[in-house]
């Protein structure tokens, strides 16, 4: 069975702050690990995957397999940040599983 | 149009009436999925189609919930006998096929309100 877990709901910073996600998955195999994001009154879109290693909007998240965990960071959170944060995995049998959504609030 | 299009975008029934959803993914996706978007619950994974076939169905809630998918294209989501816990966002995304590494396109979605 895959799952995905981020244990924050709400997650609130002030502009200028580091901000963090959490992600925690269970999956036996070698998952591919995803963040979606949805801002306000926009459709659910891809924001970045482990598998490129990439910086999007200043966002990173490194998987690490050991703690099983597949963390969002930015170091200085900006108002447009605000937005609903989706973790997912994909397994060997293609199902994209999300976690629950931590809804981030980045105050002026 | 270029991306994902769901239809009806709100439909409000009453308990115990069939609905359909409908799903135009993005044309040459030849992967689709179909989520339930809930508060508190966040996307709840129902049924995934690779052309026209659905390897997995186990997201289904019920045997009310069915779906379909005609021509490698549009596909439609049936829930019979809706109930008031089927109230929800139901959102469709696809992809150029399963095993692309990567992104789901998704669409705005069809709120359900059953009363």
């Known amino acids: 069975a895959q799952r995905v877990t981020q244990p924050e709901k709400l997650l609130s910073v002030f502009k200028g702050a580091p901000v963090e996600l959490k992600c925690n998955y269970s999956?036996?195999?070698?998952?591919?690990l995803f963040w979606y994001v949805q801002y306000s009154r926009q459709r659910l879109q891809l924001l970045l995957r482990h598998i490129s290693r990439e910086s999007i909007k200043g966002f990173t998240a490194d998987l690490n397999k050991g703690e099983t965990s597949f963390h969002l960071k930015k170091p200085f959170a900006q108002e447009e940040d605000s937005a609903m944060y989706y973790c997912?995995?994909?397994?060997?049998?293609?199902?994209?599983?999300f976690g629950k959504g931590t809804l981030l609030t980045v105050n002026p | 149009g270029a991306g994902v299009s769901q239809s009806p975008s709100n439909k409000v029934t009453e308990k115990g009436k069939d609905v359909e959803l409908r799903c135009d993914p993005i044309?040459?996706?030849?992967?689709l999925y179909w989520y339930r978007q809930s508060l508190g619950q966040g996307l709840e994974f129902l049924i995934y189609?690779?052309?026209?076939?659905?390897?997995?169905k186990s997201g289904l809630p019920s045997d009310r919930f069915s779906a379909e998918r005609t021509g490698g294209s549009v596909s439609t989501l049936t829930i019979q006998r809706t109930q008031q816990e089927d109230s929800a966002v139901y959102l469709c995304a696809s992809s150029l096929n399963v095993g692309n590494p990567g992104e789901l396109f998704f669409g705005e979605g069809s709120r359900l309100t059953v009363l």
């Open positions: 997912a995995l994909r397994g060997s049998n293609y199902k994209l599983t």
């Open positions: 999956y036996s195999g070698s998952p591919e």
């Open positions: 189609f690779q052309g026209n076939s659905a390897p997995d």
């Open positions: 044309s040459g996706h030849t992967a």
